[in-house]
C-alpha cells in the first residue's frame, strides 16, 4: 500500500474512530494496522492527533516563570553576565547573586 493510499484510509478512518465506541475503536485500529503496516501506539498517535490536514494546537512555551505576572526569567541574564559558565560552575556561582533579579549584582568569573 503507497502512502497516497494509506493517507486516503487514515483520513476514512479518522472521524468514525471518534465517534466509535471502545469496542468498535479496537476492530478499526487492528484493521488499521493490519492494512497499513503501522505499529499500534503509532497508530493511536494519528487517530488521536489532531484532524488531517490541520497543524497541532500549539501550547504555550515555557519562559522559565514558576508563576504568571513575576516577570522574564533572570538565570538567562546571569548566565549571560558571568560569560556563560558550565552548568556546575553556574549552580555555584548563583548562590552568591544577591537577589537574582538583576544580572549585574553578580560577579563575573
Given at each position: 500500500m503507497g502512502h497516497k493510499a494509506k493517507w486516503e484510509y487514515f483520513r476514512a478512518l479518522y472521524e468514525r474512530y471518534r465517534k466509535a465506541g471502545r469496542e468498535a475503536k479496537r476492530?478499526?485500529?487492528n484493521e488499521?494496522?493490519?492494512?497499513?503496516?503501522?505499529?499500534?501506539?503509532?497508530?493511536?498517535?494519528?487517530?488521536?492527533?489532531?484532524?488531517?490536514?490541520?497543524?497541532?494546537?500549539r501550547r504555550a512555551e515555557d519562559d522559565g516563570r514558576a508563576?504568571?505576572?513575576?516577570?522574564?526569567?533572570?538565570?538567562?541574564?546571569?548566565?549571560?553576565?558571568?560569560g556563560?559558565?558550565?552548568?556546575?560552575r553556574l549552580k555555584a556561582l548563583l548562590p552568591g547573586c544577591p537577589g537574582l533579579a538583576s544580572a549585574t549584582g553578580c560577579p563575573r568569573r
Open positions: 476492530v478499526m485500529l488499521f494496522c493490519w492494512n497499513t503496516g503501522y505499529n499500534r501506539k503509532y497508530a493511536i498517535r494519528l487517530v488521536n492527533g489532531p484532524a488531517a490536514g490541520k497543524p497541532a494546537e508563576m504568571a505576572g513575576q516577570g522574564s526569567p533572570s538565570w538567562p541574564r546571569i548566565w549571560e553576565a558571568a556563560y559558565p558550565w552548568s556546575v
